[in-house]
């Protein structure tokens, strides 16, 4: 969407901090979520967020957003600050719940964004119908988004977060609510949307295998207060499939990724108890 | 997700609902009647006594609670001995004329509703300066404060659509503002990521969702407003209208009660009608919602 240096980073996090309940008093200290934090996004990556609940990663996801703003560092994308990112209408958002307005058919939602960014009417339909067959809901175009499954009403939130074709799509535990075969099934799907669309993705979760499998990199965190550990670099062949899955170079990536967030956490029983909490649901 | 309006069970189909409505005026003819039955004033054929209730209910007697079908055939008869209209026909005018009254206390009650709702969504100054005297403006009873409105208005129209106007915004009011504020953070959230403006929030998210509330609150002040009018005719002494026929037919009752109970069949069915309207506009611009008809 902007036109900057070929190889400036998309996102760049500089010593970004975020604490909350800080605003000015001194009596109550403040709840540190984000510490020191940089990290560079280049154009195409796939970059996942993973950490045990409470460590920030969706503080994070939200600051690059501009849904919330940092208390110290700078976060740029493309270039700019990422509130002038926001109104240049940089990002796609896919949230945990699919946030469809159910008074809206299916291809009435992937519209939204269209309408509000002034796009005619015979561009309107064509993204649309482009959008949807990208997530394969072509035949439900006229359906309401409750006669759809967990799955499909999550597609239809990519395909709306994809229809004004952003230049990072920021994804916030997109599947934490969907059974584990259907998440692996839109763990394929989504990796062939990057595919073929080349957009940058930043990507939430607490699943080893599902940032494993995606990801570029995993930046790795740690709770309290919230940090980046460590960042594995996956080079896993692409494209990846159900062969990656059973592969021992996929396997072994998950034990490095396992053992950072160990070794960020401290003790064997902290994690456990972590990963029951993860398993719990998300931190706001 | 859902935003529910509990409206009976729409699967349920319009034959079975219309024969539950049938069912429930029958009951309802045959507990009167019952009553009657039991402990009213003794049944003449050509001035014979033919049945003598075996107790004496007061409230049963024929002036009190006339025949159904005594109501009935007098709301065919001459309005007054000699007169060219029936009761009927009377009672349908003034019912239309009240119903004027009413439409437009109910569309300015409708608007200044939403427009209030709206203006305290978006200025929480506002909000806190006003709503405490919206609240507050409904404790006064409405029999209290309409004398003062025709008093101030004056003996016209016009403070009767102040009252039906005053009785309808506050549902309205109530009701939009949860409505307004139903969405789900994340869709608001949503629209933040897309820099949408707060114009665009309010039409393209906040409105459709507040639809299922407003019409609620539209079911409720069809009715209010309707009562609004015919208090603001009584108060008002005015010529026309069911307020007025009530209060005429109330200083007849001891002579004359079916009258006063033809009027307040017109009055309550007038409000049915007007609330079967709002369901009827409901139905069609509310979509389909999970729980509700398939879409």
Redesign the interface.
């Given at each position: 969407m902007t036109a900057n240096a070929p190889g400036a980073p998309v996102v760049r996090l500089t010593g970004v901090s975020k604490a909350f309940g800080a605003t000015g008093s001194s009596s109550t200290t403040p709840t540190v979520a984000l510490s020191n934090i940089s990290l560079d996004i280049q154009r195409g990556e796939f970059v996942s967020l993973i950490g045990p609940s409470g460590c920030g990663k969706s503080t994070l996801l939200r600051l690059v957003g501009d849904l919330t703003e940092p208390t110290g560092g700078t976060v740029q994308v493309n270039g700019k600050p990422a509130g002038q990112a926001r109104l240049d209408r940089d990002y796609g958002m896919v949230f945990q719940s699919p946030t469809l307005f159910d008074w809206r058919t299916v291809e009435e939602n992937v519209r939204l964004p269209l309408e509000l960014f002034g796009y005619d009417n015979a561009a309107r339909a064509e993204r649309t119908s482009e959008m949807l067959e990208l997530v394969r809901l072509t035949d439900f175009a006229r359906h309401r988004p409750y006669q759809l499954s967990g799955g499909m009403q999550q597609r239809v939130a990519i395909a709306r977060a994809l229809a004004f074709s952003p230049s990072l799509l920021l994804m916030d535990e997109p599947f934490g609510a969907l059974d584990e075969m259907t998440r692996e099934r839109m763990n394929s799907e989504v990796l062939s949307i990057w595919a073929r669309t080349g957009i940058t993705v930043i990507f939430v979760t607490h699943s080893i295998p599902e940032a494993v499998f995606l990801s570029s990199r995993v930046a790795v965190m740690s709770a309290r207060p919230g940090r980046i550990t460590r960042v594995v670099d996956v080079d896993l062949p692409r494209p990846r499939g159900l062969e990656t899955r059973e592969s021992t170079a996929y396997f072994s990536f998950i034990t490095e990724v396992r053992e950072a967030l160990r070794a960020g956490q401290g003790t064997e029983t902290d994690l456990a108890s972590v990963e029951r909490t993860a398993a719990e649901g998300l931190i706001g | 997700?859902?935003a529910g309006t509990a409206a009976g069970s729409p699967r349920l189909s319009r034959r079975r609902r219309l024969t539950f409505f049938l069912l429930f005026i029958v009951g309802l003819v045959a507990l009167w009647e019952g009553t009657k039955l039991l402990g009213g004033d003794p049944y003449r054929i050509d001035g014979e006594v033919v049945w003598t209730p075996p107790i004496d209910i007061g409230m049963a007697s024929d002036v009190n609670m006339p025949h159904f079908w005594v109501i009935f055939e007098r709301l065919f008869k001459p309005l007054t001995s000699g007169a060219e209209q029936t009761l009927a026909g009377y009672l349908f005018d003034q019912a239309l004329y009240t119903l004027r009254s009413a439409f437009i206390g109910f569309t300015l009650g409708g608007l200044l509703g939403i427009g209030l709702a709206v203006a305290f969504v978006h200025f929480g100054l506002i909000e806190r300066a006003f709503v405490p005297y919206v609240v507050a403006s409904q404790t006064i009873p409405i029999i209290a404060l309409a004398p003062l409105i025709v008093y101030l208005v004056g003996q016209n129209v016009t403070s009767v659509v102040i009252v039906a106007t005053y009785l309808s915004f506050f549902p309205v009011t109530i009701a939009m503002l949860r409505g307004l504020r139903s969405p789900?953070p994340?869709?608001l959230?949503?629209m933040?990521?897309?820099?949408?403006s707060r114009r665009?929030v309010l039409w393209?998210?906040r409105f459709?969702?507040s639809?299922p509330y407003l019409m609620t609150a539209l079911k409720i002040t069809a009715t209010a407003s309707i009562v609004g009018a015919i208090v603001g005719e009584g108060s008002g002494s005015l010529q026309a209208g069911l307020g007025r026929a009530l209060v005429f037919f109330s200083q007849q009752y001891t002579v004359a009660p079916e009258k006063l109970w033809g009027a307040i069949l017109f009055s309550s069915a007038v409000g049915i009608v007007c609330f079967g309207l709002v369901r009827l506009v409901e139905l069609r611009v509310?979509?389909?919602?999970?729980g509700e008809e398939?879409?």
């Open positions: - | 997700m859902t789900d994340r869709a959230e949503l933040r990521s897309y820099a949408a665009a393209k998210l459709p969702a639809l509310v979509r389909a919602r999970p398939p879409g």
